[in-house]
């Protein structure tokens, strides 16, 4: 495709297009087949809507902006980012490569990230196998003791290099304290640092082209599992390449392919059209109108006309089908380009109830719909709302391939507890989802899940559909007022809707609406509508003043009355970010039959546009039970901590039934909510050399008060045990600590202070039994026989109980004292968790203290000596510290002063000397060290695809979002690969690379030519 090809579409469109093919290339370049072997025969690329209708792109079907495995999206230059919510092994969301790194130039993407392919091949390991970065990120420490020796955080074990002050470029001062380096040093590896391995570690340096490995005997790939990296923590220790090799013996083909097969994938481009949406509505007997029955028929059309006229984005088409005994086509697709085209549609929704229940002749029908003057179901989306189990052929089971054959997706929404389980199936295989409305006039699940369907629709993350702010079921008393307040905060504020939906024949309450400033607003002012046809109130405002709103409803009649409350608002423009939350469920079914299903796990994900929100208060409610508090604090199902995504496990279920799961977000008190820069697991960047602009960690803004709510879907109740005590039923331990850290060691009282974040009798809830903590000269053996390592008892705690635990999610302070015979070590601490049944939790992470004494005498403040990460010591002399403050004899004492009198002169000379020699080497080993010490590895040869590996060009353009959507296919395990080429073996196209100073990265005479890799 060329310039030529698109026409007014702007050639950096079609330059993002080409980098995105070329980027998988890379990834499947046999320079990188030691890392990879998992291999995709067909990727789709989605483009976008407002790139205009192409004849050459094919139509999108289950493709969506919000499904893709790799979307790009994004302003400004950063690395590229893989969502992961879950624990080692699992699948993340979805991997994140900014437009600005995918039209930068290939010169600044090298020097700040590395190469292009290999880096997203880091990223792939995140997203495939829900890997963990080996380097260090913030909240982990970047060193450690390891007996006697201070560690650079990193894999593989024997990778080699510096410790570098990034402010100075020198060598690194230490922390009177821990003895480790000071927070602005980090590890820079040797230019050949003489291990292949790891990817996950920093994949920017070119001699490393795999994973690590559990392998001792290569010393090449080997996983270092003393290192307190997340991976290790997160994933227990084991290798990447132990998750890769558990993937392929689950059914995954790993067939070796021959040596020269070409593995270039085939790419198809399909475009977003402009979306269309069938409603197949339940009009049957069942829906009655009764009260008996919840009045379901006129909720239904409440419901499905605030749908069209507030909901439904301009541009979208829609129809209706209607299904009792028999199916009826309502309403053909009609696009909401206009009020009068809204209207109109909102004159056929139904307002009758009468008849059987057909469901799978309704779901033919809307494909029929779809199919209208020839046109294609592809794509459609089918919104099916019943409340009753079918009782006319065809069933929902005999038209489920007919509706993944014709590329139709079905969001369900079930009506009550006798509503056909068959929707939840039906849903799941078209890659749909499933909600649940109670069937009463106070339930919200139908209004969330029509609205989540088009969510879940939309082509782009920017804010184009209203933003739910609050949406509830309101009682008001005879003569009662109930205030209710609601903060729009600056991510919003157009378009912003008061809406109250009533029933009976006419609205009975006053409403007051007042601004943050004062001004008052009701509803027979100028913002004021009211509908008697449609039975909705509200109040509107183009724009919105910013703050807490508040909203006043008093009931002036003599009997109580029921409202559903609505609060929506749209982001300030259609391109730009609002703070938004998505819920969703692990599974949807509870079975206390099936001990598998126990375990059910809400996640709530909290951010604005690629930004996630911190410490917020965020909550889950199922069906009408109490509000219960998600966690974002890295204990228990909540893998990481802080990276705004909130989990829960939920338990105590009391009742079958089918249940819906709805979670509210708001700020959590004054400045503590916070918006982080950089959230996912992000590429490594390069550190900035003798600056002080470099950012390794995110930066963090403080969020103003606001107020989110989102629909989770539904769950599925079976076989409870009436009677019983649920919690015995349960298998669920306590669950492991990961976040246990050493904040402060005396050795003068022997005492190392322990903290991390209390766990729960189950999972992470409610109040463990006891703690057994124990610590060891040995890592492998607290790790791997716990039992045998030396435990501490009541008598060794100073602060703390072991037998009296804080409440889940409470920050535990523990100091123990460790006996006087271990002197001049390095301890490792670990710990687990009693449950009052007798189960345990796992080992938690270790973490060490270094027992050594230290002089009280001032250390210089100079850098320290240069260090590697074999070899390098930080213990003192502490055998002649002692003696010089007293600790042994007199004579001993003496005998020490004796000789050090005696030896004074030759001394002073022999330390003169030394300082002269350090001084020559220091200037020469530094102007080495600037040249060889640039973490970039060997040569500038960006690798290229399968065949030939040649790279691709620099772009220099803004683009538009598009997303990128993998089909899997597998290849072979590990296929040969072509080693780094030599200097020689590069062709330049623009000359050599210019000098640059130390701060860039780059050694000052670097003169390696910038150009493909040739053919072979």
């Known amino acids: 495709m060329t310039c030529e090809d698109v026409g007014k579409r702007r050639c950096h469109d079609v330059e993002i297009i080409s980098t995105t093919k070329t980027d998988v290339q890379l990834i499947q370049c046999r320079h990188w087949f030691t890392a990879v072997t998992l291999l995709y025969s067909h990727i789709a690329r989605l483009l976008p809507q407002s790139w205009g209708n192409d004849s050459k792109f094919e139509a999108a079907t289950t493709e969506t902006f919000n499904a893709a495995n790799i979307i790009i999206d994004g302003k400004d230059f950063d690395t590229p980012t893989t969502w992961t919510y879950g624990e080692c092994g699992q699948p993340g969301e979805y991997m994140q490569l900014p437009?600005?790194?995918?039209?930068?130039?290939?010169?600044?993407?090298?020097?700040?990230?590395?190469?292009?392919?290999?880096?997203?091949?880091?990223?792939?390991?995140?997203?495939?196998?829900?890997?963990?970065?080996?380097?260090?990120?913030?909240?982990?420490?970047?060193?450690?003791?390891?007996?006697?020796?201070?560690?650079?955080?990193?894999?593989?074990?024997?990778?080699?290099?510096?410790?570098?002050?990034?402010?100075?470029?020198?060598?690194?001062?230490?922390?009177?304290?821990?003895?480790?380096?000071?927070?602005?040093?980090?590890?820079?590896?040797?230019?050949?640092?003489?291990?292949?391995?790891?990817?996950?570690?920093?994949?920017?340096?070119?001699?490393?082209?795999?994973?690590?490995?559990?392998?001792?005997?290569?010393?090449?790939?080997?996983?270092?599992?003393?290192?307190?990296?997340?991976?290790?923590?997160?994933?227990?220790?084991?290798?990447?390449?132990?998750?890769?090799?558990?993937?392929?013996?689950?059914?995954?083909?790993?067939?070796?392919?021959?040596?020269?097969?070409?593995?270039?994938?085939?790419?198809?481009?399909?475009?977003?059209?402009?979306?269309?949406?069938?409603?197949?509505?339940?009009?049957?007997?069942?829906?009655?109108?009764?009260?008996?029955?919840?009045?379901?028929?006129?909720?239904?059309?409440?419901?499905?006309?605030?749908?069209?006229?507030?909901?439904?984005?301009?541009?979208?088409?829609?129809?209706?089908?209607?299904?009792?005994?028999?199916?009826?086509?309502?309403?053909?697709?009609?696009?909401?380009?206009?009020?009068?085209?809204?209207?109109?549609?909102?004159?056929?929704?139904?307002?009758?109830?009468?008849?059987?229940?057909?469901?799978?002749?309704?779901?033919?029908?809307?494909?029929?719909?779809?199919?209208?003057?020839?046109?294609?179901?592809?794509?459609?989306v089918l919104l099916l709302v019943s409340d009753g189990a079918e009782n006319v052929a065809p069933l929902i089971a005999n038209v489920t391939p007919t509706l993944g054959s014709k590329g139709v997706t079905v969001n369900t929404v079930l009506i009550g507890n006798y509503a056909d389980k068959g929707l939840i199936e039906v849903a799941a295989s078209t890659k749909g989802n499933s909600f649940f409305d109670s069937g009463s006039s106070d339930s919200t699940g139908l209004q969330s899940a029509l609205k989540s369907s088009i969510a879940h629709s939309q082509s782009s993350s920017a804010g184009v559909t209203p933003v739910d702010l609050l949406l509830e079921t309101v009682s008001v008393n005879a003569s009662e007022t109930v205030n209710r307040v609601v903060s729009i905060d600056p991510s919003i504020g157009r378009d912003t809707e008061f809406m109250f939906t009533y029933t009976g024949s006419s609205f009975s309450l006053d409403v007051l609406v007042t601004s943050p400033s004062g001004v008052n607003y009701t509803t027979d002012g100028p913002h004021g509508r009211t509908s008697n046809v449609t039975k909705h109130v509200t109040i509107s405002f183009n724009e919105t003043e910013i703050g807490k709103w508040t909203i006043t409803l008093r009931n002036p009649g003599p009997s109580t009355t029921v409202t559903r409350l609505h609060v929506t608002s749209k982001a300030p423009s259609d391109d730009s970010y609002p703070i938004t939350t998505r819920a969703f469920l692990s599974h949807q079914r509870i079975d206390f039959n099936d001990e598998a299903t126990l375990k059910l796990i809400v996640r709530a994900e909290v951010r604005k546009g690629y930004s996630p929100l911190i410490?917020?208060?965020?909550?889950?409610?199922?069906?009408?039970?109490?509000?219960?508090?998600?966690?974002?604090?890295?204990?228990?199902?909540?893998?990481?901590?802080?990276?705004?995504?909130?989990?829960?496990?939920?338990?105590?279920?009391?009742?079958?039934?089918t249940f819906p799961v709805t979670v509210r977000a708001t700020a959590r008190g004054s400045n503590q909510t916070r918006l982080v820069s950089r959230g996912g697991s992000r590429a490594f960047r390069r550190p900035v050399i003798n600056g002080t602009d470099m950012q390794l960690g995110p930066t963090y803004e403080t969020v103003s008060e606001f107020d989110r709510t989102a629909d989770a879907g539904l769950i599925d109740v079976l076989n409870v045990k009436l009677g019983e005590d649920l919690k015995k039923l349960y298998p669920f331990?306590?669950?492991?600590?990961?976040?246990?850290?050493?904040?402060?060691?005396?050795?003068?009282?022997?005492?190392?202070?322990?903290?991390?974040?209390?766990?729960?009798?189950?999972?992470?809830?409610?109040?463990?039994?006891?703690?057994?903590?124990?610590?060891?000269?040995?890592?492998?053996?607290?790790?791997?026989?716990?039992?045998?390592?030396?435990?501490?008892?009541?008598?060794?705690?100073?602060?703390?109980?072991?037998?009296?635990?804080?409440?889940?999610?409470?920050?535990?302070?523990?100091?123990?004292?460790?006996?006087?015979?271990?002197?001049?070590?390095?301890?490792?601490?670990?710990?687990?968790?009693?449950?009052?049944?007798?189960?345990?939790?796992?080992?938690?992470?270790?973490?060490?203290?270094?027992?050594?004494?230290?002089?009280?005498?001032?250390?210089?403040?100079?850098?320290?000596?240069?260090?590697?990460?074999?070899?390098?010591?930080?213990?003192?002399?502490?055998?002649?510290?002692?003696?010089?403050?007293?600790?042994?004899?007199?004579?001993?004492?003496?005998?020490?002063?004796?000789?050090?009198?005696?030896?004074?002169?030759?001394?002073?000379?022999?330390?003169?000397?030394?300082?002269?020699?350090?001084?020559?080497?220091?200037?020469?080993?530094?102007?080495?060290?600037?040249?060889?010490?640039?973490?970039?590895?060997?040569?500038?040869?960006?690798?290229?695809n399968a065949r030939q590996c040649r790279g691709f060009s620099p772009y220099s353009h803004p683009a538009r979002p598009m997303s990128v959507v993998g089909h899997q296919h597998v290849g072979n395990a590990r296929p040969i690969y072509l080693p780094a080429m030599n200097p020689h073996q590069v062709h330049g196209y623009g000359g050599q690379m210019p000098n640059r100073p130390p701060q860039y990265g780059y050694p000052p005479n670097y003169g390696h030519q910038f150009g493909w890799v040739a053919s072979r």
């Not at 290099?161 to 380096?181: A, E, M, Q, V, W």
């Not at 909550?619 to 909540?638: A, H, I, P």
């Not at 123990?816 to 049944?837: C, E, K």
Request: net charge negative; aromatic share 8%; proline share 4%.
């Open 733 to 944: 331990p306590p669950a492991v600590v990961n976040d246990l850290e050493v904040t402060e060691m005396s050795y003068e009282n022997k005492t190392v202070t322990l903290s991390w974040t209390a766990v729960g009798d189950y999972e992470a809830q409610e109040t463990a039994s006891t703690y057994d903590i124990r610590f060891s000269t040995n890592l492998k053996q607290l790790r791997s026989s716990f039992g045998e390592a030396s435990r501490l008892n009541d008598s060794d705690i100073v602060v703390g109980n072991l037998s009296s635990p804080s409440a889940a999610a409470e920050k535990e302070i523990f100091v123990v004292r460790f006996p006087a015979a271990y002197i001049d070590v390095t301890l490792f601490f670990g710990l687990m968790v009693n449950h009052s049944g007798g189960r345990i939790s796992d080992v938690s992470n270790i973490v060490t203290a270094a027992i050594v004494y230290v002089p009280p005498i001032n250390p210089p403040t100079t850098s320290e000596p240069d260090y590697t990460t074999e070899g390098a010591t930080t213990r003192e002399d502490t055998t002649t510290a002692q003696l010089l403050d007293g600790k042994h004899n007199s004579a001993e004492a003496q005998l020490v002063v004796k000789l050090a009198v005696g030896s004074a002169m030759p001394i002073i000379f022999m330390v003169i000397v030394a300082i002269v020699i350090k001084l020559k080497y220091s200037r020469r080993s530094r102007r080495n060290n600037s040249q060889e010490e640039d973490g970039m590895g060997g040569h500038y040869l960006p690798p290229g």
């Open 99 to 380: 437009v600005g790194y995918m039209t930068a130039s290939l010169f600044q993407i090298v020097k700040e990230c590395g190469y292009p392919g290999v880096t997203i091949v880091h990223e792939w390991g995140h997203l495939r196998w829900g890997l963990r970065d080996e380097y260090p990120v913030p909240g982990r420490p970047s060193f450690y003791h390891n007996n006697g020796k201070v560690e650079a955080v990193r894999c593989g074990k024997h990778m080699k290099g510096r410790h570098i002050d990034y402010h100075t470029g020198d060598n690194c001062t230490h922390n009177k304290t821990t003895g480790l380096p000071v927070d602005s040093c980090f590890f820079q590896p040797h230019q050949t640092p003489e291990v292949t391995a790891s990817l996950m570690f920093y994949h920017n340096v070119s001699e490393v082209t795999t994973f690590c490995d559990n392998n001792a005997s290569d010393r090449n790939t080997l996983h270092n599992d003393e290192a307190p990296s997340e991976h290790n923590v997160i994933c227990k220790y084991r290798s990447a390449w132990e998750f890769h090799a558990r993937t392929r013996t689950k059914g995954e083909d790993s067939t070796v392919l021959p040596k020269n097969t070409d593995t270039t994938p085939s790419f198809r481009i399909v475009q977003a059209k402009k979306q269309r949406f069938v409603m197949v509505l339940d009009v049957s007997g069942s829906m009655g109108t009764n009260v008996s029955q919840g009045e379901k028929i006129d909720k239904l059309y409440q419901t499905s006309v605030d749908f069209i006229m507030k909901v439904v984005p301009t541009g979208y088409s829609v129809g209706i089908v209607t299904f009792s005994s028999s199916a009826d086509i309502v309403a053909n697709l009609k696009e909401m380009t206009s009020q009068n085209a809204r209207d109109d549609l909102v004159k056929k929704v139904p307002h009758f109830a009468d008849g059987g229940t057909a469901i799978g002749q309704g779901l033919l029908a809307g494909i029929q719909v779809l199919e209208v003057d020839g046109g294609s179901a592809s794509g459609g």
């Open 615 to 657: 410490e917020a208060k965020v909550e889950v409610k199922v069906g009408s039970l109490r509000w219960k508090f998600m966690n974002d604090d890295g204990v228990g199902v909540d893998a990481v901590k802080n990276d705004g995504f909130y989990s829960a496990t939920l338990l105590n279920f009391e009742a079958e039934g």
